[in-house]
């Protein structure tokens, strides 16, 4: 007879890959309303970039290659270095991210903290500079705020990626638009998954339509949010990672 599972982690690797899988089927399920959460707050920290730093995205890095290239051409005006600095700094995060994802990635409750623990000291420093420096486009402080969330940003889709709920990359929409689209009943499809696509568009409208409020107040407040928004994630999520068997 196999060895039951601890009350307070998964058993093994398979029964952390079933926990995973489950979160597939169900927008209830716990990890699917931590990665919800944290698509909420890629609206956020978005909005804080590109509405108060200077037209750069610290979250979205198709966004920011796009807009590279039409700073290039010198359209309009558009930033060069913001952007590469946003690129940059998430390329160094999300490759601590997949360092972080082979060392512990088959022990998804550490990995999780361990990650989301990264993310939300980087995003309170950016508050925390925000705070206490005036924060200006196209000049040193902006880019330290760039790269302070552009770094947690790689971090983030490293680790996400390697936990692999579809269509749950809690940072960029683009197939799961087209999942939603083309797997909907108009189209042929079963429209299964349909609930959890639309929560996640959902979720990205929102944080977004929140950050660009809560910018007309401060830089700081979106930041406070979005970095008390995670570690909500964190302390919520990961006991309830650890109980499941």
Known sequence: MSEMASPTQPASPSDTARW???AGDSVGHPL???????????GLVDGVSYLGLGRVFTANMTGNVVLLGFGVAGAAGLPVIAP???LCAFLVGSSAGGVLAKRMGDRHPVHVARALAIEVSLIAAAAVFTAVVTIRPDALSGDIVIALLAFAMGVRNATVRRIGVPDLTTTVLTMTLTALA???????????????????VLAMFCGALAGALLLKTSLVLPLVVAAV????????YVP???RAA
């Not at 699917?32 to 890629?42: D, E, G, I, M």
């Not at 928004?229 to 919520?236: G, K």
């Open 182 to 200: 083309s797997d909907s009943p108009l189209a042929g499809g079963s429209g299964k998954g349909g609930a959890r696509r639309i929560a996640a």
């Open 20 to 22: 995973v899988k489950r």
């Open 229 to 236: 928004l995670a570690l909500v994630t964190w302390v919520v």
């Open 32 to 42: 699917t309303r931590a990665l919800l959460v944290l698509t909420f707050t890629t």
């Open 84 to 86: 590469l600095v946003s």
């Open 240 to 242: 309830a990672a650890r």
